[in-house]
């Protein structure tokens, strides 16, 4: 593929990559040795530059890395999730040291968001079977939240800065409001069961000897970035769906199956409304369109359409795990990074079907 960028994490496999909300030439990643299964992190700060990618700095941590995300108020600030629970931020004007770091979660922290509205506190899930709420500025976290399950991931609304999301083992989307009072519910306002099936009688599971859509670990979720009611889930069982949290007893809205593995990661295009990016264990990032986007989200959505494969990317040789979109320019870069050691940057747009 023309106008393919790599860079080699050599020695550590990759588990995250996040672009800066500041700056369109610089990227993260945090990834692990040995797989994450057992050694050291390193935070990379990569440069996109005239002569490809380079490293600006990269700092150890002494446990693995499983998730990294940018401060959304200074530029040079970025939190890291770790393998021992810890949550560690990392000012890139600071040589060596994280300037800030708790140490609440009792297992692996798994994914860290920061909020894109208030954009003064951040969110943590860990395999412990809860969500924190932080603020740099504190050192403690300002709230948990349960989920009484392995939670993969975590994630604020970008349209509120008091809807917290997440997914975990048990197959269920929930969301919390953080208005509503902590007395009722701990602040749970939905709990969506992820394998429930479509309304629509037409979609039917994968498989010949299947009549139901059997509960699977999930793994990924996000917002649509245009469709405040609007969110993405994937995981085990490799079927990306999409459901309206307005209905959340009607079941999925779209149903994108096609991933051979389980899918790692997802993430809606900042600049489409109805298109989103998967990472798999398959060795593919694909990028889908919801479907939504004939009758303008309304008659999709009312009929469940199954969504559709516009392509897919294929030079990973190891489970992808990471992606996520520039916010800037010309719509349609993206990095990738996987256990290969590997982060591309490349375009959507060369890997789509004309």
Same mark, same amino acid.
């Given at each position: 593929?023309?106008?393919?960028?790599?860079?080699?994490?050599?020695?550590?496999?990759?588990?995250?990559?996040?672009?800066?909300?500041?700056?369109?030439?610089?990227?993260?990643?945090?990834?692990?040795?040995?797989?994450?299964?057992?050694?050291?992190?390193?935070?990379?700060?990569?440069?996109?530059?005239?002569?490809?990618?380079?490293?600006?700095?990269?700092?150890?941590?002494?446990?693995?890395?499983?998730?990294?995300?940018?401060?959304?108020?200074?530029?040079?600030?970025?939190?890291?999730?770790?393998?021992?629970?810890?949550?560690?931020?990392?000012?890139?004007?600071?040589?060596?040291?994280?300037?800030?770091?708790?140490?609440?979660?009792?297992?692996?922290?798994?994914?860290?968001?920061?909020?894109?509205?208030?954009?003064?506190?951040?969110?943590?899930?860990?395999?412990?079977?809860?969500?924190?709420?932080?603020?740099?500025?504190?050192?403690?976290?300002?709230?948990?939240?349960?989920?009484?399950?392995?939670?993969?991931?975590?994630?604020?609304?970008?349209?509120?800065?008091?809807?917290?999301?997440?997914?975990?083992?048990?197959?269920?989307? @929930? !969301?919390?409001?953080?208005?509503?009072?902590? #007395?009722?519910?701990?602040?749970? &306002? /939905? %709990?969506? +069961?992820? $394998?429930?099936?479509?309304?629509?009688?037409?979609?039917?599971?994968?498989?010949?000897?299947?009549?139901?859509?059997?509960?699977?670990?999930?793994?990924?979720?996000?917002?649509?970035?245009?469709?405040?009611?609007?969110?993405?889930?994937?995981?085990?069982? @490799? !079927?990306?769906?999409?459901?309206?949290?307005? #209905?959340?007893?009607?079941?999925? &809205? /779209? %149903?994108? +199956?096609? $991933?051979?593995?389980?899918?790692?990661?997802?993430?809606?295009?900042?600049?489409?409304?109805?298109?989103?990016?998967?990472?798999?264990?398959?060795?593919?990032?694909?990028?889908?369109?919801?479907?939504?986007?004939?009758?303008?989200?309304?008659?999709?959505?009312?009929?469940?359409?199954?969504?559709?494969?516009?392509?897919?990317?294929?030079?990973?040789?190891?489970?992808?795990?990471?992606?996520?979109?520039?916010?800037?320019?010309?719509?349609?870069?993206?990095?990738?990074?996987?256990?290969?050691?590997?982060?591309?940057?490349?375009?959507?747009?060369?890997?789509?079907?004309?």
């Amino acid at each position: 593929m023309s106008g393919m960028l790599e860079y080699r994490t050599q020695g550590y496999n990759g588990y995250a990559v996040k672009y800066s909300p500041f700056f369109d030439s610089r990227i993260a990643v945090a990834a692990s040795a040995h797989f994450g299964l057992v050694g050291n992190g390193r935070l990379y700060v990569l440069g996109l530059t005239a002569n490809g990618i380079q490293a600006e700095k990269w700092y150890d941590t002494q446990d693995s890395l499983y998730d990294t995300a940018w401060s959304e108020a200074h530029e040079n600030q970025i939190v890291v999730g770790c393998g021992d629970g810890s949550v560690k931020l990392f000012d890139i004007s600071v040589d060596e040291f994280p300037v800030q770091s708790w140490q609440e979660h009792n297992r692996e922290v798994f994914s860290v968001f920061w909020n894109l509205v208030s954009k003064d506190t951040f969110a943590s899930s860990s395999w412990d079977g809860t969500i924190k709420i932080w603020s740099p500025q504190r050192s403690a976290s300002i709230l948990t939240l349960p989920t009484h399950s392995c939670t993969y991931s975590t994630a604020f609304s970008p349209h509120s800065p008091s809807l917290v999301s997440a997914v975990s083992s048990d197959s269920h989307l @929930r !969301i919390f409001d953080l208005r509503t009072p902590s #007395s009722a519910s701990n602040h749970l &306002v /939905a %709990l969506i +069961p992820i $394998h429930s099936a479509p309304s629509a009688p037409h979609i039917a599971p994968l498989g010949s000897n299947r009549n139901a859509f059997l509960p699977a670990e999930c793994l990924a979720h996000d917002w649509n970035k245009y469709r405040d009611s609007v969110v993405a889930t994937a995981g085990v069982d @490799r !079927i990306i769906r999409t459901f309206d949290i307005r #209905s959340p007893t009607k079941g999925p &809205v /779209a %149903l994108l +199956p096609g $991933h051979e593995y389980a899918v790692r990661r997802l993430a809606w295009s900042p600049h489409l409304s109805d298109v989103l990016l998967s990472a798999s264990y398959d060795m593919t990032c694909r990028v889908w369109t919801d479907g939504s986007s004939m009758g303008a989200g309304t008659a999709a959505e009312q009929n469940n359409v199954t969504g559709k494969e516009l392509g897919r990317m294929g030079r990973h040789t190891e489970f992808v795990t990471g992606v996520d979109w520039c916010l800037f320019g010309a719509e349609g870069w993206c990095a990738s990074v996987g256990w290969d050691e590997r982060l591309f940057v490349w375009d959507v747009r060369a890997v789509m079907s004309s």
